[in-house]
């Protein structure tokens, strides 16, 4: 399947697995302020419990997406694809993406990025912790730094508006219930074996 270049065609791939009810309403969605501290607070409490462990942008973003059930005025779509920095692709192939394959369970090595997209929005919670590590693309680490400096956890802008920042998302498939379901056993295990880590580090 060829890129999704725009909001509708992004819609169409939501309507895949969601219908298209979803994916109307996805298209139409703009983000509240109430929607928008909700996001900032599960962020927050998802990267104080999420271990630093490399090739988990889709792991987090699931984690990410189920704490958000009921808690925004939108449900929120897993998309995966590819990332670029300025319209070099670091994470992805620009390959189509055989879902059912490749988040069946939890893969590292796996060559492509995912996000969430709230609407119109782009939220990246692995971005930044990705880019500070000392396992991330180098291309990344720099413009990541050099636009946005150290210290950031949670990119959220406009899918329009990401290219001014040099950072391009290229969807190529959103992922169904099912696919987020096996994603989230795989981050509640990633972090339950974390916690006793963290417990006896603290003892």
Known sequence: ?????????????????????????????RMSDSDRAALSARAVDLLKV????????????????VSLEGRLSAPVYLVAGTLTVEGVPVFG??????GAQVFAASNPDWDGHVWA?????????????????STGPARLARHILSTF????????????????????YEPHHVLSNDEVTALMQGAYKVMTQAAPDKDQAND
């Open 93 to 98: 192939k620009r390959e189509p993406i055989d």
């Open 50 to 65: 999420f271990p630093p462990i490399p090739g988990a942008c889709a792991l987090m973003s699931a984690a990410l997406a």
């Open 117 to 133: 997209m709230i609407g119109p929005y782009i939220v990246d919670i692995s971005i930044f912790r990705t880019a500070y590590s």
């Open 149 to 168: 400096g150290p210290n950031k956890g949670l990119y959220v802008d406009l899918w329009r508006h990401t290219g001014r920042v040099g950072l391009g």
């Open 1 to 29: 399947m060829s890129i999704a270049r725009n909001l509708a065609e992004l819609g169409k791939l939501v309507s895949i697995d969601h219908g298209w009810p979803a994916a109307k309403a996805f298209k139409a969605y």
